[in-house]
């Protein structure tokens, strides 16, 4: 099993659709949880922290589920901003990233 | 906002060669990172860096790879007997606390002819 995984992608969505990124990681150790997210051949940007009571930024919701290993970003109203790859990062005693999740908002 | 900085944008180094990528961390940040992205592959952990050792490696930071703080403010990368297969772009990242958010440089993208 990969140390952190997620939902393979493309996803390619209207302006204004809500969209749901999965990821699931190995290590039950694991301490901190962050959304990056990397626009084409960028540095990754942190997104927000994930939290196990939920966190929302504006349109971004993340939650965290320790006993699942699960983490999720929604994304509501999507704009064509946000079009970029989303890392789902899981912290030990070192960052692991997962593969990435490319979304494309089109209008 | 501040930020870290890393030079240069790209490098290209032949086969064999040493290289030495730089960093400028945020200045008030006590733990730095040294991550690679190889082209269309995820960000890889390689280093952590933290009172002036390391603190942790990966399995792909071998004796090929060494971190320096050789003052207050940069933070190298040294590369020795450069491969084909570590083209790549390296980030350098920083933090103020271990592990929580850390912030990325542009990366220097390095190309091994």
């Known amino acids: 099993r990969k140390e952190v995984e997620q939902d393979p992608g493309p996803f390619n969505v209207p302006e204004g659709a809500t969209v749901a990124f999965n990821c699931t990681y190995s290590n039950s150790a694991s301490q901190s949880f962050f959304w990056y997210r990397q626009d084409c051949r960028k540095e990754p940007k942190l997104l927000m922290s994930?939290?196990?009571s939920g966190n929302e930024d504006g349109r971004f919701t993340a939650q965290l589920n320790r006993a699942s290993q699960y983490i999720s970003l929604l994304i509501r109203d999507s704009k064509l901003s946000d079009s970029a790859t989303y890392l789902c990062?899981?912290?030990?005693?070192?960052?692991?990233f997962g593969a990435g999740t490319r979304l494309t908002v089109k209008p | 906002e501040p930020e870290v900085t890393q030079t240069p944008s790209h490098q290209v180094t032949q086969m064999g060669q040493e290289v030495i990528l730089r960093c400028v961390p945020i200045?008030?940040?006590?733990?730095f990172y040294w991550y690679r992205q190889i082209l269309g592959q995820k960000v890889e952990f390689l280093v952590s860096?933290?009172?002036?050792?390391?603190?942790?490696k990966s399995e792909i930071f071998d004796d090929q790879f060494s971190v320096e703080r050789p003052d207050g403010s940069n933070f190298t990368l040294k590369i020795r007997s450069t491969k084909l297969e570590d083209s790549a772009m390296y980030f350098c990242?920083?933090?103020?606390?271990?592990?929580?958010?850390?912030?990325f440089g542009q990366g220097t993208r390095l190309t091994v002819v």
């Open positions: 994930v939290y196990s």
């Open positions: 990062v899981v912290t030990h005693n070192d960052m692991r």
């Open positions: 200045s008030n940040h006590l733990y």
């Open positions: 990242a920083s933090s103020e606390d271990r592990i929580p958010e850390a912030f």
């Open positions: 860096f933290y009172n002036n050792e390391i603190s942790e």
